[in-house]
């Protein structure tokens, strides 16, 4: 899964990345080629959050930070079985968590949070980031410039350079991948630092799961996951990329055991 992914990250997430902005049709977007939504999981039972074997104990406050959500023997057994390294799923598997009691309609799961994550940037790992204990990416993942080049989208710089260092064009940045005003429209704290930063992958997973609610409303459905996958990248290609990881990571364990639980 790792190579898969790293072998699509020049192709979706440096050309044309997250949270793209408008411009799509939701009809002409529908009736395109796109994957069915894979099945979401969320810790605990594989269906939604809460105090199950996959959730930390607790009242579900939100004055937790995301990465501190999900139970330590779960992150150790999903990543040993995904491959996916332990800081980066915490955020995805927290941020499901956190969104189960905030958005429960949404039904985001951990393993879209997962897929999106590889593609775009082999989860913070791309060009040989890494992430450290407190979640935050580095060296940064910097797109390329968004200069209306072959296969790139044109944005002229929006933020003066203050997200992404190039005061002529916009880039996407982070581990999610975002550009800087669909970042500064849906920015989230999810390590409870005070500040919201596209470097942190606890903020950036946090964010794109409420992006991505936002746009798609029930991701478990057809339509809906496709309507927010579409919202964050505008290929029907990224979007197979993601839903064959989405449905590997979040697949039956070989115990037979329920994902999550």
Known sequence: MRARAGAVVCAAALLLTACSPGGRTWPEVLERDYPPAPAQRVPGSGESGGSGPGASAGDGSDAVPVADLADPEW??????????????????????????????????????????????????????????ADGLVSPPIIGIALDGSEGVMEILDTDEGELDGDVRWDRAVGPMQFIPTTWSDHAQDGNLDGRADPHQIDDAVLTAAYYLCASGGDVTTDDGWTAALAAYNRSVSYAHDVADLATSYGAEPADGTEPGA
């Open 75 to 132: 992150l150790r057994d999903t990543a040993e079985r995904t491959g996916i390294p332990r800081r980066a799923l915490a955020a995805y598997a927290g941020a499901s968590l956190r969104l189960a009691e905030t958005l429960p309609e949404c039904g985001l799961g951990w393993n879209t949070l997962a897929g999106i994550g590889a593609v775009e940037s082999i989860h913070g790992s791309y060009l040989g980031a890494s992430t450290d």
